[in-house]
């Protein structure tokens, strides 16, 4: 059995991470992910990147939207989803990336009103993972 972390924006992915979990699961593997987060002292941020560096196996799904970029401690002003993605790979973990086509229709709601850090974000994603 392998845990997995799985990675990306909620609110816009959500039926994504559903379908996600379930297949994990019914193949016998943890799935790791925000949705099963209880209240704790630790930082949200400390808690995913922790759980990153415990998985077996990273899986992180983008679409267009970059996600929420923590104000304490992010010089880089990197979202959550970028530094766990960048925790993957410091920790040499196997990275499962799956992109939204950029040709498929998305919701509007769904979509950052200015697509730079997601662009760049998803160029990255492309050249090392395709």
């Known amino acids: 059995m392998a845990k997995v972390f799985v990675s990306s924006t909620f609110l816009d992915l959500k039926e994504c991470r559903q379908q996600v979990s379930l297949v994990l699961r019914k193949m016998g593997h943890e799935d ?20 990153v560096a415990t998985c077996d196996l990273y899986v ?3 679409a267009w939207r970059y996600g929420w970029i923590p104000k304490r401690n992010n010089r880089a002003k990197l979202s959550i989803t970028e530094m766990e993605y960048r925790q993957a790979v410091k920790k040499n973990k196997t990275c499962l990336v799956f992109l939204l086509d ?13 697509k730079t850090r997601i662009k760049r974000f998803r160029d990255r994603l492309s050249e090392k993972h395709s």
């Open 32 to 51: 790791v992910a925000m949705e099963y987060y209880v209240a704790e002292d630790k930082r949200p941020v400390d808690k995913c990147l922790a759980d």
């Open 60 to 62: 992180g799904i983008f």
């Open 102 to 114: 950029g040709k498929a229709p998305w919701p509007a709601d769904f979509i950052d009103d200015d």
